[in-house]
């Protein structure tokens, strides 16, 4: 087998790509050649999807299918723009089937690591990731802005993939830029608002929704795009996902708006914004707090946080949410909440009254 020593990286002919395991000696030839791959597959065999992100135009070419609706409907599509221009990256998703593309490989016997497999892969230029359980591969080229996704079917992608499609490939570029991809909710009023962070459970997503339902704006329930780069946190909108559970539906009186719906992965009902008509920021907020929900008061309560308790509800799941070294994104986070006060958010049962305990802080936070 011809092969080629780059630093630790091995890179192997692509010959011999097709039916050996992976392993972390061979993922950057392996990237590399499902790249090419990519690159050299028809674009009359694929559908072709132009969104545009905040200063990211992204070009998508992929089979129809459930994942090319989701990409469709999840993603933001007014044009949003940083200062500057924006940089094309383009997305090429394959499974068998589709032109030459080949069952993606399983990786190896050892340990796969993916802070240690990101390192590996970034002296190759490239970032990457593995879903093991349906051998759902994805690579990224940061300098050439392509990528390439590999799925053993046209349907086997993780269950969370329809709700932030390409999520992955979004992360790598924006981190670049130096903004991120954040695990949190948002909610504001004139271009002002607040990031809400916690574990699942946490109430995130049912104070999203009561908000939107009593007049405020966001940029995301689940995922947002955070930007210091002016000196003052902004957060603008990519998804337009929002979901809550079957009770929490029922409570703010939404199932007679959504009709009958099945759960998704985590049991709960998955919505878009369009479908209540919610009200987001095209423009992006200028955040001015953090917030921590917790369900179970009485009324709605503010009370001051330690910069460690927002630290720990933001970081750890935004970073470990997504692919890739994780040194940026904690100094990312660490500096964000360096610049935000925090606040733990008792919730009140009443939803009405969470959305008018909202607006009333959000009114007062500096301009």
């Not at 002919?13 to 097709?18: R, T, V």
């Not at 950057?28 to 200063?55: K, M, S, V």
């Not at 479908?275 to 369900?295: H, K, M, N, T, V």
């Amino acid at each position: 087998m011809a092969c080629r020593e780059t630093g630790t990286v091995t890179t192997t002919n692509p010959a011999a790509l097709h039916t050996e395991p992976i392993t972390p000696a061979t993922i950057a030839a392996y990237g590399r050649y499902l790249l090419d791959l990519a690159e050299a597959t028809p674009d009359h065999l694929l559908t072709t999807i132009d969104i545009a992100l905040p200063n990211l135009d992204l070009r998508v070419f992929m089979p129809e299918g459930q994942l090319a609706d989701a990409v469709r409907t999840a993603c933001i599509q007014p044009r949003l723009r940083f200062p500057g221009s924006a940089r094309m990256i383009k997305i090429t998703v394959l499974h068998p089937g589709v032109g030459g593309a080949p069952d993606p490989l399983e990786w190896g016997k050892e340990r796969y690591t993916a802070h240690e497999i990101s390192n590996l892969l970034s002296q190759a230029g490239l970032q990457g990731s593995l879903f093991h359980d349906l051998r759902f591969w994805q690579f990224y080229d940061l300098a050439a802005g392509r990528g390439v996704q590999l799925m053993a079917g046209a349907e086997m992608f993780p269950p969370w993939e329809p709700g932030a499609p390409l999520r992955a490939f979004l992360h790598w570029e924006y981190a670049a830029q130096g903004r991120r991809m954040t695990h949190a909710g948002s909610l504001g009023r004139d271009g002002r608002g607040v990031l809400l962070a916690g574990a699942g459970g946490a109430g995130k997503s049912g104070t999203v929704l009561a908000g939107l339902l009593g007049g405020l704006s966001s940029v995301g329930d689940d995922y947002v795009l955070v930007d210091l780069l002016d000196g003052r946190p902004s957060a603008f909108p990519i998804f337009t996902t929002l979901k809550q559970d079957d009770r929490g539906v029922r409570r703010l009186e939404l199932d007679r708006r959504l009709g009958p719906r099945s759960l998704n992965w985590q049991d709960k009902i998955q919505f878009r914004t369009s479908d209540i008509e919610a009200d987001i920021s095209l423009d992006g907020l200028s955040i001015g707090a953090i917030l921590l929900p917790r369900i179970g008061a009485e009324a709605t309560v503010f009370t001051v946080a330690s910069r460690a308790e927002a630290m720990l509800a933001l970081a750890p799941s935004a970073v470990y949410q997504m692919p890739g070294e994780r040194e940026s994104g904690f100094r990312f986070f660490s500096r964000l909440v360096s610049m935000l006060p925090a606040y733990r958010l008792d919730l009140g049962p009443d939803p009405e009254e969470i959305a008018g305990a909202l607006s009333s802080f959000i009114n007062g936070l500096p301009s």
